[in-house]
């Protein structure tokens, strides 16, 4: 069926797989995989815009084989990072060995723990939301769908949202405002649902404080079993997942703003996010790429996430623009133009 494309999603474990097992210079087969091949593939094949009818939507929300997809991810992360750095702590690696493991885990994090986490994030029910705690626990970001939820769906493309790169801001500078505004924005949220519940800090309401230990024992256990090069080893994959996972919110959401009305700022629509329909990002990342409609309507599931001709569109898939972005004036010297063009077709 033609949804098993979704499949492919599983080609970056895979790929993270191969790093591990063989070594040497195929240390790096992940990094090229998902920074060269899928690049090279999306500049070749057309892109394509894409909608439902009631009926297909009605029709994929009710197959459980996209539920099931991602819930898959949570075994193979785990197995694979845990193969990971069990192979790094009982083999003498070459520093350039060691290199590629760690850039590989935290593509690994970053693809199939964090972007699983944001898109079952947005789920209601207990066994959803268990999930995503469990995938972004070796992320080291625990309080990202707080804040995402509550702050950044909310803010999006204003001055009060970290996460939304002003027109100008290098990448660099964005990773800082984003990481540290957003963990902060997550405590006052904590705060205020501790106030609402009149429930004192200390306690089992208090999220983010549940949160900080399970990851600090997480990394206890790590370096209990593994040893201190471990240790460093699953600190460093986190700090990198949740740095690509910036990259990403880096590029969609740059130099967009929505206007002010009055006190107010107008409701988030689909132009306050940056689309892409190339199809190997579509897929590898269950759509995210799609991240105009995701913001228009945050509880679409990923399955029925449809494109629309007035959304703002990257010139290139998520992997070639997070490549470009890493060098601030090229990112500049591509979307200036683009976003110029843009802001006069919606004056």
């Not at 009926?55 to 949570?74: G, H």
């Not at 197995?79 to 990971?84: D, E, K, N, S, V």
Request: with cysteine; hydrophobic share 45%; charged share 15%.
């Amino acid at each position: 069926m033609k949804d098993a494309k979704y499949l492919m999603a599983f080609s970056v474990p895979l790929s993270v797989f191969i790093s591990i097992y063989f070594r040497e210079i195929f240390s790096y087969t992940a990094v090229l995989y998902v920074f060269l091949f899928i690049p090279i593939v999306e500049l070749l094949l057309p892109t394509h815009l894409t909608t439902f009818s009631e009926q297909e939507s009605k029709s994929r929300l009710k197959d459980r084989f996209f539920d099931w997809l991602l819930y898959l991810n949570l075994p193979i992360v785990y197995l694979i990072l845990l193969y990971g750095l069990f192979s790094f702590a009982n083999y003498d690696l070459q520093p350039y060995e060691y290199f590629g493991f760690t850039l590989s885990l935290g593509i690994l994090l970053a693809t199939n723990a964090i972007n699983v986490a944001h898109e079952l994030g947005h789920r209601k029910n207990t066994f959803d939301i268990f999930i995503t705690r469990l995938l972004l626990l070796p992320c080291l970001y625990m309080h990202f769908t707080m804040e995402h939820n509550h702050g950044h769906h909310k803010n999006v493309s204003t001055e009060l949202d970290p996460a939304t790169a002003k027109k100008g801001q290098s990448l660099y500078h964005f990773w800082i405002n984003s990481v540290v505004g957003q963990y902060k924005n997550a405590w006052k949220i904590q705060i205020k649902m501790l106030k609402n519940r009149k429930s004192s800090f200390i306690s089992l309401d208090n999220n983010l404080l549940l949160f900080t230990i399970c990851q600090a024992l997480y990394l206890a256990t790590i370096y209990a079993l593994l040893g201190t090069g471990a240790l460093v080893l699953a600190f460093l994959v986190g700090v990198i997942s949740f740095l690509f996972l910036e990259t990403i919110n880096y590029i969609e959401h740059y130099g967009l703003k929505r206007k002010k009305v009055g006190n107010r700022y107008e409701r988030v629509r689909n132009i306050h996010s940056w689309n892409s329909d190339h199809i190997m990002g579509r897929i590898v990342l269950y759509e995210l790429t799609r991240h105009s409609d995701h913001h228009f309507r945050a509880s679409k599931k990923y399955q029925v996430l449809e494109s629309f001709e007035d959304s703002p569109k990257l010139p290139y898939g998520y992997p070639m623009s997070m490549l470009i972005a890493f060098v601030p004036p090229l990112w500049f010297a591509f979307m200036h133009p683009v976003l110029s063009k843009m802001e006069k077709n919606h004056q």
